[in-house]
Nanobody, 121 residues
Framework: QVQLVESGGGLVQAGGSLRLYCTAS????????MAWYRQVSGYQRELVAM???????NYADSVKGRFTISRDNTKNMVYLQMNSLSSEDTAVYYC???????????????WGKGSLVTVSS
């Protein structure tokens, strides 16, 4: 069974930094895309950043220049370095992977359970 587990969330002061981690485990054949989403209660979940296997990245306009997504393909991990945090960044952050399970021929999306990031001003 494939699982995605996030870690690194917590409380941080405005202007500070935090680094999120996500590890995908299980019988994984390959991972095409990994991404970070965030969701505030009462609002729609939004894409924060994504990274394709080859290294191409995309960011939401609200985090460009402040957040950096990276991945380690040898460990099936994706990271999100968050700098210059503000209260607007407070949310539950979810890790998502588009991956192919061993023995299958298609890619499917898998989600982590989320990690709360609270930015205190």
């Amino acid at each position: 069974q494939v699982q995605l587990v996030e870690s690194g969330g917590g409380l941080v002061q405005a202007g500070g930094s935090l680094r999120l981690y996500c590890t995908a485990s299980g019988s994984i054949f390959s991972i095409r895309t990994m991404a970070w989403y965030r969701q505030v209660s009462g609002y729609q979940r939004e894409l924060v950043a994504m990274i394709i296997d080859g290294g191409t990245t995309n960011y939401a306009d609200s985090v460009k220049g402040r957040f950096t997504i990276s991945r380690d393909n040898t460990k099936n991990m994706v990271y999100l370095q968050m700098n210059s945090l503000s209260s607007e960044d407070t949310a539950v952050y979810y890790c998502k992977a588009e991956l192919r399970v061993s023995g299958t021929t298609y890619f499917a999306q898998y989600w982590g359970k989320g990690s709360l990031v609270t930015v205190s001003s």
